[in-house]
């Protein structure tokens, strides 16, 4: 299954930027993290995007190669590890995205 990335309500005017909001799903997540472009969030550029956590993940965008990771505990040693290559669609997060 493919990432899927949803903008919910209206584009937020924040003088110079705007700000989107909404869901997404990673669908089959690769261990390198799942590509996204700015356009998705219905933004030119992203400044900042802030995931939250969703089934038992915690996701990170990667902003210098335009990617979110996936982390998730599997043990008290290591506290967050990255995905492997699983399919993790049914964890469907909300997310805030700024930029131009």
Do not use: H
């Amino acid at each position: 299954m493919a990432a899927t990335i949803t903008v919910v309500g209206d584009m937020i005017s924040l003088g110079n930027r705007r700000m989107t909001t909404g869901t997404g799903n990673l669908g089959t997540y690769t261990a390198t993290g799942v590509a996204v472009t700015p356009q998705k969030f219905m933004l030119g550029q992203i400044s900042s995007l802030n995931i939250e956590s969703a089934g038992g993940y915690v996701f990170r965008y990667d902003a210098a190669n335009g990617k979110i990771m996936a982390y998730q505990s599997d043990d008290a040693v290591d506290p967050l590890d990255e995905v492997g290559s699983t399919d993790i669609s049914l964890a469907v997060f909300n997310w805030e995205a700024v930029g131009y």
